[in-house]
């Protein structure tokens, strides 16, 4: 596999109950809306994704 980690301004897929999990935790990453498919309003609201957003411009 020789994954070596992450490394700053790195970005991966979470999957949206996990981001939901971190989110009731206090601790959810930050958000690319841009990226975000529409269904995850399904089981996150958008205050919360876009108080998370990370601003790409």
């Known amino acids: 596999m020789r994954f070596r980690g992450l490394k ?5 897929c979470l999957h949206v109950l996990r ?3 971190a989110w009731e935790a206090g601790m959810a990453p930050r958000v690319v809306l841009e990226a975000t498919h529409e269904q ?8 919360a994704l876009t108080r998370h957003a990370l601003d790409l411009h």
């Open 40 to 47: 995850v309003l399904k089981y996150a609201p958008l205050s």
């Open 19 to 21: 981001w939901v999990e």
């Open 8 to 12: 700053p301004g790195d970005r991966w």
